[in-house]
């Protein structure tokens, strides 16, 4: 079942993410080293050439990323540490438009001790497609994210 708004209830690490709000993120599914969000493309995400923002791509992803690294409930003892992005490739495969839902979705490849390896792939589907869960649209941008887990501040 998706939700319709970003919020603490679905993983405590949405509770202040004001990007991840303003971009109007729904997430779709968490489960450990797994994230699918999706979200609608607004013209305030365009750039000159009436595109989709590499940037909003990249964050779109990041924000994916981010809750396929955490879990939204921290095992006994884990409570203290977060899960950050140590270093990132992405690349950009194909141009996305406004009014087209993008959908990310984030799976972890690997793990070792503090370290680990998410690949995410987004997609892009005009509006009145009919979603797919196997094949959420086009593919448009491969995100891989190299993660590492730290002592919370």
């Known amino acids: 079942m998706a ?12 509770e202040n993410d004001y990007a991840s ?3 109007g993120i729904e997430v779709l599914a968490i489960s450990d080293g797994h ?6 493309l607004r013209q305030e995400m365009l750039n000159g050439f009436g595109m989709a923002h590499g940037g909003m791509i990249f964050a779109f992803a990041d924000s994916a990323f ?5 879990p939204a409930t921290p095992a006994p003892g884990e409570e203290n540490n977060i899960t950050v992005a140590a270093g990132v490739d992405i690349n950009f495969l194909k141009p996305a438009y406004r ?6 979705v984030a799976d972890r490849r690997s793990s070792a001790g503090r370290s680990g390896l998410y690949d995410i ?7 009145d497609a009919q979603p797919d869960p196997e094949k959420p649209g086009e593919l448009i ?12 501040k």
């Open 3 to 14: 939700e319709t708004t970003v919020s603490g209830a679905i993983h405590p690490i949405l």
């Open 21 to 23: 709000i303003w971009m």
């Open 35 to 40: 994230a699918t969000i999706r979200m609608t």
């Open 66 to 70: 981010a809750l396929a690294c955490n």
């Open 99 to 104: 009014g087209q839902v993008i959908t990310a």
């Open 121 to 127: 792939q987004i997609f892009a589907a005009d509006a």
């Open 141 to 152: 941008a491969e995100f891989r994210g190299r993660s590492r887990t730290i002592p919370k």
